[in-house]
């Protein structure tokens, strides 16, 4: 009887301690607190962003999936992004439609090629390629 008390003892004095010791209560901090994993933004700040970027971008876990607020960052600076490709892809149709325009009123070739002679009503095609001898 004494042995099973003496274990008993033993027992609750060994789980106490260790329970102490992991919760930090003995005096020196065994688990100590550790610094949550923060999004550092791996998008380049200098550059656009490419797709290489976005397939590289790793977001650090939560308890319950990942963290809303550099979820949240990511995605508005992606969509800041793509607002301002759109901007400017909006910028260069306009501007290529304007130069069209221009050149369909004014009757310039926007592709012509510099020394290409222009095409006269009775051709059947376009004139000698750059280079060639009209005798040929």
Do not use: C, N
């Amino acid at each position: 009887m004494r042995v099973f008390w003496f274990l008993l003892l033993t027992m609750v004095v060994v789980v106490t301690a260790v329970t102490l010791a992991v919760v930090g209560g003995g005096g020196s901090a065994v688990l100590q607190d550790v610094e949550p994993q923060r999004f550092t933004d791996p998008l380049p700040a200098t550059r656009p962003v490419g797709r290489a970027d976005v397939e590289a971008l790793r977001l650090p876990m939560a308890a319950r999936g990942y963290r809303m607020a550099d979820v949240d960052e990511a995605l508005s600076r992606l969509g800041a992004e793509l607002a301002e490709r759109d901007a400017r892809i909006a910028e260069l149709e306009s501007a290529l439609a304007g130069a069209q325009a221009s050149a369909v009123s004014t009757g310039t070739d926007l592709f012509k090629h510099p020394g290409d002679r222009p095409a006269e009503p009775g051709d059947q095609g376009a004139g000698p390629a750059r280079g060639e001898d009209e005798g040929r």
